[in-house]
């Protein structure tokens, strides 16, 4: 009698654990995890992107298109999930078209609205976000790159610095850009390419612009300078 009821004791403790464990969404794997989602507004700049693709890596249902001022919106998306901004054409202040954009732009969502140049060099590493540190530019700093909104963001010459460094470094995307895209046929490819050997641009560029007294000359010769620096060169090469 008494190894009867233990036995009932023991059957009503695992029936309770597994309501319990039901509750509570089940054992490993068995519940839902949310993800946490915000919705972007912003602008594409390297200057102004019109009619640039702008949508979320690995998620092709979260896309749209930049209107001439480079503005877009993305619905939903989720937190420290990459956006990616591709193709379109240039244009200036007034609209007026500057050619094709041939590069490649990032932003982390939920960290930056804009799409710049400077958002993709932080995107990609992190801690370049100490190299702009030290050169006067602030994150507010990397979310803009037109004079005018960089107003009054800091000094004169964090603005100077900021505008030189993401000048640079567009260029250098753009040609990346052109090159994958005239030599690879699976276009799909180029923003893995141009990710690729701007991470070794970033790491070169690390290395040389550190400096808390650099101004905007000194920044655009150092970027041009890790472009042909033959760890860079060899990046792109492999990756083609």
Same mark, same amino acid.
């Given at each position: 009698?008494?190894?009867?009821?233990?036995?009932?004791?023991?059957?009503?403790?695992?029936?309770?654990?597994?309501?319990?464990?039901?509750?509570?969404?089940?054992?490993?794997?068995?519940?839902?995890?949310?993800?946490?989602?915000?919705?972007?507004?912003?602008?594409?700049?390297?200057?102004?992107?019109?009619?640039?693709? #702008?949508?979320?890596?690995?998620? =092709?249902?979260?896309?749209?298109?930049?209107?001439?001022?480079?503005?877009?919106?993305?619905?939903?998306?989720?937190?420290?999930?990459?956006?990616?901004?591709?193709?379109? *054409?240039?244009?200036?202040?007034?609209?007026?078209?500057?050619?094709?954009?041939?590069?490649?732009?990032?932003?982390?969502?939920?960290?930056?609205? *804009?799409?710049?140049?400077?958002?993709?060099?932080?995107?990609?590493?992190?801690?370049?976000?100490?190299?702009?540190?030290?050169?006067?530019?602030?994150?507010?700093?990397?979310?803009?790159?037109?004079?005018?909104?960089?107003?009054?963001?800091?000094?004169?010459?964090?603005?100077?610095?900021?505008?030189?460094?993401?000048?640079?470094?567009?260029?250098?995307?753009?040609? #990346?850009?052109?090159?994958?895209?005239?030599?690879?046929?699976?276009?799909?490819?180029?923003?893995?390419?141009?990710?690729?050997?701007?991470?070794?641009?970033?790491?070169?560029?690390?290395? *040389?612009? =550190?400096?808390? =007294?650099? =101004?905007?000359?000194?920044?655009?010769?150092? #970027?041009?300078?890790?472009?042909?620096?033959?760890?860079?060169?060899?990046?792109?090469?492999?990756?083609?």
């Amino acid at each position: 009698m008494k190894r009867q009821r233990i036995k009932w004791v023991a059957l009503f403790c695992v029936m309770c654990f597994m309501t319990l464990l039901t509750a509570c969404g089940g054992g490993g794997g068995g519940g839902t995890t949310e993800s946490t989602t915000t919705d972007i507004s912003g602008q594409a700049v390297d200057p102004y992107l019109n009619g640039t693709t #702008v949508y979320m890596e690995n998620d =092709n249902t979260k896309t749209t298109k930049t209107d001439i001022t480079g503005n877009y919106t993305l619905n939903n998306v989720t937190i420290r999930a990459r956006v990616i901004a591709k193709g379109g *054409n240039e244009v200036n202040s007034t609209g007026g078209d500057l050619g094709e954009f041939t590069g490649v732009l990032m932003a982390t969502a939920g960290d930056h609205s *804009n799409i710049t140049p400077l958002t993709t060099l932080v995107t990609l590493d992190d801690n370049f976000a100490n190299v702009l540190k030290d050169l006067g530019i602030t994150d507010v700093d990397v979310n803009f790159m037109d004079s005018k909104q960089l107003a009054g963001l800091g000094n004169a010459t964090s603005i100077q610095n900021t505008l030189a460094l993401a000048t640079a470094v567009a260029t250098q995307i753009k040609l #990346v850009g052109n090159v994958a895209n005239k030599v690879v046929t699976d276009k799909t490819k180029v923003v893995t390419i141009v990710e690729n050997v701007v991470k070794k641009l970033i790491t070169v560029i690390s290395d *040389n612009l =550190n400096a808390t =007294n650099t =101004n905007a000359t000194d920044i655009v010769d150092k #970027v041009v300078e890790a472009a042909k620096n033959s760890t860079v060169t060899d990046a792109l090469i492999s990756e083609l």
